[in-house]
DNA sequence: TTGAAAGCGCTAACAA
DNA sequence: TTGTTAGCGCTTTCAA
């Protein structure tokens, strides 16, 4: 077991490829990044010496010199969410055999947080940006109109992205899981929401908007929490809701781990669920879909606004300007299943 | 909405803050990277200065002159994966105020595909390097053996890190596991895996050992997949297991996704769990935890793996060889809860 | 199509 | 404790 002898080991450089090819320094970079610019006869010298050589381009001294580095930024206001991690997926499945890497920053729903790894990154002059929805500060706002890099604004949706964007419609969509309780036949509605960031907010609110016009609006059936979303906590919430409003026949949950919290609790206390108590989730993730009885969920396409979300990058890196719909509304699907589906 | 123009803006550099100051570059150099080898005034100064100037320094011109950048990387087999979900948490937290990145690399359980993830993340002089188990390429084994900073193997053990590692023993929890099931009175003893990665394939072993050793073995009661892991694959093996052996009275479940969709599934049928069936899931999911019956599991520090492994690496770059144990078992720990409570 | 010269912003090594 | 000098490995610019 090695101790302590962490010595940079050599590797060869453009120059050390250029002598072996016959050739100067900036033929080899050249036919590494437009090899369309050099000579066959020149090109394939330069490819056997890089293979000989093992060759491969140093990062930093490219960043430093061209201004520009193959690193991609993704600030995600949390690590925990199951969201967050299929848009990870996504971002990285779109990244895989591009030249590009994937750096992370968590900013824990702190927009001065992620103000401040904004600007670290920056530093790092990025390919590309992403970030999750439309809350930054002023500050951040300011950074990102003078970006030196393409961004996308993922989750959400607005009307002016600093850049390009791709997401649905929160409020909306909670409008349209709200409706579909009504429709079932279930009259008193509660809502539960932990974590409640803008997006959660948006959905809190088109929430009570149907509600209020079905004239169903008791915001007693409503509790909500700035803590962290879990299964235990849709379980607290449920009995603090409970508590208040022991009437309520349907809950809209603003995620699915709550939802799944509701239901077992359900269970525990011998409710019946869809008939005494209709369940709507949030999110449609793979568990939720196989509870018994499985969830009704509003599904979200989280995995493609990753993929999306990089892609447009990838495009805009390629050939700035390409990318027409700048701002893509990717919408959402409400999936009925049994949770909702009372017997009238 | 502005469309490509992504040209470069102009950050204050080393140099506009050493003439701010009234000192010179290498001083400001120094202020940020050892502060306590510069004066009290000058650090004023310096200080004032970068405030005023907003500098945060260029990570590529750094890291070109030093021969070491701020990267870490961290290479795991999956993203879809809960654990290293919270793997990856805790290494994030653990680098949280630190003037590092992490950078991630998913090599999708292909050993190939990680020696080459290495090779690129190498050329990036890394900080550090976190790595899955032992189960590296001949190739890659050697570019670690030479690497220029320190790593981390982590979630398994080993006689021989590379550098350095932590994990704890999966053999030894599958049979701990198993003989839980044994003790509670089950005979007739299933094992169910999906995603067949070295980590789960010792978990299988330790199943088979202690069965054999009760004389309870019986292949037929084990069901595995290549296939990624999910509640969904959880409920399909279980499908199988049942078609193939309807006797079986309890089931060892790789993780607990598995035992999630074992028990939905289990609910559906109308089999009694845990009196007609038990089950026993693996890493203490929040979910798991809080389903109806509540799921028995072991516990796996995953999170506490990723924070360590972390500290580790800045251990020993602020102090190469200042990490004393470079061997870490941090165990496991078996849950018994209700889905193994048999009544006898 | 190719190359020479200059320099990106920082740090290592040495000197004062 | 502070500064000077040189150069990390690449790309940009300009010229041939």
Redesign the interface.
């Known amino acids: 077991?090695?101790?302590?002898?962490?010595?940079?080991?050599a590797?060869p450089t453009l120059s050390d490829v250029a002598r072996e090819a016959g050739v100067s320094a900036i033929t080899v970079s050249r036919t590494i990044r437009s090899p369309e610019k050099v000579s066959k006869a020149s090109r394939l010298k330069v490819e056997a010496a890089i293979a000989k050589l093992g060759y491969?381009?140093?990062?930093?001294?490219s960043?430093?010199a061209s201004?520009?580095?193959t690193?991609i930024g993704l600030l995600v206001p949390s690590?925990?969410n199951n969201v967050f991690?299929d848009v990870?997926?996504g971002v990285?499945d779109g990244i895989?055999e591009t030249r590009f890497?994937?750096?992370?920053g968590?900013f824990r729903y702190s927009a001065l947080k992620e103000q401040e790894l904004l600007?670290?990154f920056?530093?790092?002059?990025p390919a590309g940006l992403i970030l999750s929805g439309f809350d930054q500060t002023q500050e951040a706002t300011r950074m990102l109109?003078?970006?030196?890099?393409?961004l996308v604004q993922i989750m959400d949706i607005g009307p002016?992205?600093?850049?390009m964007a791709i997401g649905f419609d929160h409020k909306e969509a909670a409008r349209t899981a709200t409706r579909h309780l009504l429709e079932q036949g279930y009259t008193k509605l509660g809502f539960l929401g932990a974590r409640m960031d803008p997006r959660s907010q948006a959905r809190y609110e088109g929430f009570k908007d149907v509600c209020k016009d079905a004239g169903k609006l008791d915001e007693k059936r409503i509790v909500t929490t700035l803590q962290p979303s879990?299964?235990?906590m849709g379980?607290q919430l449920f009995e603090a809701l409970l508590a208040k409003t022991p009437d309520v026949d349907a809950i809209l949950c603003n995620n699915d781990?709550l939802a799944?919290?509701v239901l077992?609790e359900a269970?525990?206390r011998n409710i019946q669920v869809p008939d005494d108590l209709g369940i709507c989730g949030f999110n449609d993730i793979?568990?939720a879909?196989?509870?018994?009885p499985e969830i009704t969920s509003v599904a979200t396409p989280r995995y493609d606004i990753g993929r999306r979300a990089i892609q447009m990058i990838l495009d805009?890196i390629a050939?700035?300007?390409?990318v027409a719909d700048?701002?893509q509304d990717v919408g959402f699907e409400l999936v009925p299943r049994q949770s909702t589906a009372r017997r009238r």
């Open positions: 077991m090695k101790k302590g002898s962490y010595s940079p080991t590797s491969a381009p140093d990062p930093a001294a960043a430093l201004k520009t580095s690193t690590l925990t991690a990870v997926r990285y895989e890497f994937v750096q992370i968590n600007r670290v920056l530093r790092q002059k109109k003078n970006a030196p890099c393409p002016q992205p600093a850049d879990s299964v235990s379980r781990d799944i919290g077992t269970q525990r793979d568990i879909r196989n509870m018994m805009e050939e700035p300007g390409s700048r701002n």
